[in-house]
């Protein structure tokens, strides 16, 4: 089911980007990259974190300038910095992070900028049929009345490709578009893209899921520091050449042993908590944490894991059922007692919850424990005792800096969640909440993440890895539970379950209602 | 008389309306500035800047509606001065609204100075007057009401209906609120957030100033330092209470309006005479807190209101 | 265009761009000046001397700054933690009242005791007025920057109420004026001969106490943290409720530090034009300060320096006194952009 039997040798060339280079102060993010794409192609770009995979696909799209270089689309070259241009031109990207306006339709989002802003109305009848014939031609079924607010994440991003088949694109960029998607999800993403191969698209796929790479492409490029490293045709290339040449080295995951689970350290018991607007809440969440063993939480985003991390990390309290840690229940929770109860938080967005920006190393190195001696007493800082905890934890977690005086803006995603696990792990704690710890960071950071939450696992603590990628779940847990709309499925211990079993959980299917609605 | 008969009175809904209109002009303006993300604060002292602007130009020989645009033009210049320093540099917009209200309101009076160096009571121009439609007018209570105002009043109401027609009937309007929702989305689809909020921000500004003109043009017919008295932050309560939308902002304007038209009455009741005046003078400002309160657990704020969009932020 | 972070802005950098807003400030001034028919030497030299040309000028200037120095205070304290007080109008005259309700008689305490006793209760009182505003904003989410400007226009008619009620002084010839505080409610004079009472002294010194407890303590911590990103310090345990309502005490107990001050200080009574905007002009003072609690005693300096120098200005060439606030308008609006400068450059795509 791939288009290499499809694609002639003399199919024409849609795209071409020469040479562009594209730097963010010293940062050089785009290393005179140049490609091509033929017409009814699928070419995939593989590249870690920070490849510059996604620089590359704005400049393509207009929304970033290269600083050299140039792009072109059906033989015309693009003027830069114009997306209006690329979208014209006929170049229809569905970008990682979602760009809808959620209170608005799924008719007006498509509509949004298709029609000139100074003509009188909407002219939503016409709009609406085409609407649906697109998404029953490419096997897009969604309601173009419905709220975007409203939708699943697997629902919006068809709204999202529907917005680029609507302004007729033939040249489709899709970054990292499984991020979010289950299995199930992902092969009806795949089908829809056949279909539009077939209908003579090309179709650009940003990726560094190896599977899905060899599954859908034709022809593979290789980002690496910015630069192009590789290019071959799909077919003579193995998984195991794919990896070596996206990271530059072999390097070594760690190795995972099997645990040695205790006792449980967190119980949930017929947990409840509230919706949060279209965030569901916990139905009816029983789960225990051992000591010594990982926990992972497989699941589409927006299915509760936000409700869990928030309820373990102290943020919201349950609204029925009972939490309790090993020794005793806990009636008023916050996340000042989540962490003296001995729970290590690691959030979820390290730039907006896990780190105040502006405040340097020291201020976000202290910011669970400002008010316990050493570093203060009876409401006075010792600033001394806190640069020297700081300094501590940049020598033994290898944040790289300048020093504990520099705000934390400056540093890289990769040594600022080495000061949040610093920052938590140095507190010896009993219980690891890690959510989507290693999330856009790149292969030597997310290696050196892992290793440390196994080490604090075989020294007796209970980690809970929440993670949107199956692959990690899979790799490091020793018992995974599966979360959806708020349920939690039961508990599969390692090897017991394959990526596609997870996936029918994932998508819903599986659970017990009369369980969920017991309570 | 009391509160019934006061509120079965003629002369008291037309005083309603009539207080209402300014509010409504400058609810408008804002709410257009907050749909589309931002929040302009310079309304107070835009309001000052288009009550004296027009009343000046017609003052100075020019005609009515000359003056309106007048006063229009010089909202639109302080809109200018906020969105070039919220919108591409992304300044705060607190600390810019107010900022441009001080400047507004100081700028007018050091004109008002200027131009009339000596006086003591501020001279009057030949304010618009009611026009009566006729038929429609006729009709007991809503007639005088809503057909005998002035035609500043009618354009006031006739703008509610096309500011709702554009947000929610053209590509434009739609444009518009999702620049204020979600601002990547504008920008993905080939439109420029920048130029959008720009847009609205001058709109909006010029708006306030013809609500500003309205007390002088309209209500009375002269220049008072201490006019727009807080009408402003009045009308960013009313965009608030009207839940971003021109159709429930203009409810609020009326209800707003007739309870200030109420309180002017009391006060001249046998009831009235007991209470301090300056009690009936703190309703209107108590009014709008507690709107606030009521309205602020339901309301649908705009998701991008106050957020900065700096193009290609990684 | 786009803007791109500096890491290490250069010292010219940081001097040359704020001092180019000021100088951009004068330009416009001068530019204002022309166009009243004046000299634009001759108005700013008049300002510059009417501010600081002469002791006497000197002082004026220095009394003006005192309520100027604790409402900066107040503004700088509140907007650290982004909470948006455009109250401190309202709550200087909730320190006033609390004086001269107390002080015209109703405690006959000596000097030593009453004054302590009265600075206290007038802080208390304006940390209530502002507690008002910050419970609507932890409780029910209302803005408060609308709350606070509305408070101000009801404090004021509750102000004007009692004036010409209950507080009314029956020798003031019907003008709405209270009574006039007894002498031992009275701020003393710091030098004898010398019109500079020690409210400046107790300003002075608030700011010192503001910059420990920034720097210091963990209020201060909590403070800037709450300010910086909410939803981190949220996350990280730090009560940002708790810490919202205690800035509102502070920063309300600041603010009404300046109507206690004026009236206790310089005015001996309290009417409706205690103060002309303090509180508003206390924003200025802040922002030009960048919050920081030191830099708002120059800041209110500067500040003050303009409006004595203007009015001394106005009254020898007719030049309209409101140059003074186009003049801090203007100040403010190209200040916040030039300090955005120093730290971002702004890249044409």
Redesign the interface.
Known sequence: MTGRDRLQDDAPVVLRLNDITKT??ALTANDAVSLSLCRGEVIALLGENGAGKTTLM?ILFG???ADSGSVEVFGAELPP?N??????AGVG?V?Q?F??????TVL??V????????????DRAAARAKILKLAQDFRLSVDPDARVGALTVGERQRVEIL?ALYRDARILILDEPTAVLTPQETDDLFETLSEAVAKGLSIVFISHKLHEVMAISDRVLILRHGKLVAEARTEDMDKHRLAALMVGSDVAAPEVAPSEPGAALMSLQGVVTPDQGNAPGLKAVTLALRAGQITGLAGVSGNGQAALADLI???IQPAAGTLALADENHPHW???E??QSGIA?I?EDRH????????DLT?NAI??S??DAPF?RR???NWGRAEAFTRGVIDTYDVRCPGPGTRI??LSGGNMQKLILGRVLEAEPRIILANQPVRGLDIGAVNYVHSRLLEARDNGAAVLLISEDLDEIMTLSDVIHVISEGRLSPEFPRGTMTPAELGVWMAGHGFDDEVAHAS | MDILEILLSASFWTAAIRIASPLIFATLGELICERAGVLNLGIEGIMVAGAFAGWMAVYSGMGLWGGVCVAMAVGMMFGLIHLALTVPFGLSQHVVGLGVTLLATSLTYYAYRLALPEVTSPPKIEAFQPFEIPILSDIPLIGPALFAQTPLTYLAFILVVVVSLVLY????G??L??AG??P????????SVTGIRMGAVIVGSGLMAVGGAFLTMSAFDSFFFEMVNGRGWICIALVVFGAWKPGKALLGAILFAAFDALQIRVQQTSLGADIPYQIFLMMPYFLSILALIVMSRRA?V??ALMVPFN??E? | MRL??I?NPTLARSISLPFAAIAATVVIASLLAMAAGANPFAVLGLILKGAAGSKFALLETLNRATPLIFTGLAVAVAFRAKLWNIGAEAQLYAGALVTVVLGTGALGWPSGLLLPTLAVLAMLAGAVVLLVPALLKVRFGVDEVVTTLLFNFIFLLFISMLLEGPLKDPMGMGWPKSARLIPEARLPRIFDGLRLHWGFALALIAAGVVWVIE????????M??VG??R?????????VNAVLIKTALLSGGLAALAGFSEAAGLKGNLTLDLSPGFGYTGIIVAMLALLNPLAVIAAALFVAGIFVGADSMSRAVGVPTYLADIMLATALLLMVLAILLTRFRVVR?
Request: glycine share 10%; proline share 7%.
């Open positions: 963010f102060g704005n929304q970033y300038t910095g997306p209006r241009a690329a979208l014209d990207m970008h992070h760009t809808l306006a959620d209170n608005m007006e989002n509509t949004l900028g298709t029609r000139s802003l100074w003509r009188p109305g909407l917005k990390g102290g943020l916050t996340p000042r989540a962490v938080r959030p907006k919850t896990g780190t105040i920006a502006d405040f201020e910011l669970e400002y008010r203060s409401g006075w800082m803006r400056l | 009937r053209t590509p434009l739609l444009a609120r999702a929702e979600n990547s989305a504008v920008e993905a689809q080939g439109l649908e705009p998701a193009k290609g990684r | 791109e972070p890491a720097r210091r303590t963990t209020l201060g911590y909590e800037r943290a910086l990103n939803e981190a310090a949220q996350f990280a345990g730090i009560p795509e």
